[in-house]
């Protein structure tokens, strides 16, 4: 495989996020099916490609069905002259061209089935941008340049992955994509950023998360032992937990706090090259965004103990 496009892949604080997930979730519904959790974990990161690929698809069908509005416009009793001269420089853009000539791109888009009722959100989007200033600007150019056709292709991504009824369609389709749409929309965008007038046909266009890049396939596996590791240590931690609870009661601290807590030990004591630092900064981020600042604060205070307790131990050495 050619050497991937710089990217800003998924990283592991967003692993760290969705293991905090999965753990809650499985916590939540009883389950004793560690299987199924770790199938579940699986299932998720992978769907997350799939969603990517239909952004794109949304895309390159918006450029079509804009297309093809121009041409039905024309045939209406009494068009306008502005109907029956539409600006071809979108159904001409040379960078969508490219986009639709890249082999594994069009694997991909051949790969998915189009969300249902997408078009119908497409020809409304494709009303409401042709009204605005950016592309009655592009639409007035004589004669586009690659630089031309490529900035305004990102400021079409950008402008659909933003229209609410097909971020709200695609939310519908899958309830795991509702977090994460606008995360995997900046992915697309930065992939799109890579090609450029001489970019050949097979350069790689690789979905979010790709199994075949080593680091991604690393980042996947130390959130998918993250989150197994928590489900099996749980109970065995509340010792060393309590230790540190001073005038709180372990019954009283919210699940969500006691599995960011739970994680942070198992990263601890189980990955020696990340700096206890940097673990005790990720989880009071997970804190702040999924509980609440006094939990963001009530969880620092109770992580700095462990390391401190843990260090005196001796079961961890790392800084």
């Known amino acids: 495989m050619k050497n991937r496009p710089h990217l800003a892949m998924l990283s592991r604080h967003f692993y760290r996020a969705k293991a905090l997930q999965a753990v809650y979730a499985f916590r939540t519904s009883g389950s004793v099916d560690t299987a199924a959790l770790d199938k579940s974990y699986t299932y998720h990161i992978n769907h997350l490609n799939l969603l990517a690929t239909l952004q794109l698809d949304a895309l390159l069908r918006f450029v079509s069905i804009t297309a093809t509005m121009q041409l039905e416009a024309k045939s209406k009793f009494m068009p306008t002259p502005d109907e029956l001269n539409p600006s071809p420089n979108l159904s001409r ?3 969508i061209a490219r986009l639709q000539a890249n082999y594994e791109l069009s694997s991909r888009l051949e790969a998915v089935v189009p969300v249902p009722g997408v078009d119908a959100i497409l020809r409304k989007a494709s009303r409401d941008y042709r009204e605005t200033t950016l592309y009655k600007q592009y639409a007035a150019l004589p004669k586009p340049t690659f630089a031309d056709d490529k900035e305004q292709t990102l400021c079409l991504y950008k402008f659909l992955m933003n229209n609410e009824p097909l ?9 795991l994509w509702e977090g994460d749409y606008h995360q995997v929309a900046q992915q697309g965008y930065a992939l799109l950023r890579t090609v450029n007038e001489d970019s050949p046909q097979d350069l790689p266009m690789p979905p979010v998360y790709d199994q075949r890049v080593p680091k991604e396939r690393d980042d996947y596996l130390f959130g998918r032992q993250l989150m197994l590791e928590t489900v099996h240590q749980f109970d065995s931690h509340r010792q060393l937990i309590e230790k540190h609870l001073h005038r709180w009661e372990y019954e009283r601290i919210s699940l969500l706090d006691l599995i960011i807590i739970n994680m942070a ?10 700096p206890a630092l940097v673990t005790i900064d990720e989880y009071v981020e997970l804190a702040k965004e999924f509980s609440s600042d006094k939990s963001r604060l009530f969880v620092n205070g109770i992580i700095d103990h462990i390391v401190a307790d843990l260090r005196n131990q001796h079961l961890i050495e790392k800084d």
């Open 93 to 95: 853009n040379a960078f």
């Open 167 to 175: 971020t709200y369609l695609f939310a519908s389709r899958s309830l």
């Open 265 to 274: 030990i198992v990263e601890l004591t189980t990955c020696p090259t990340i």
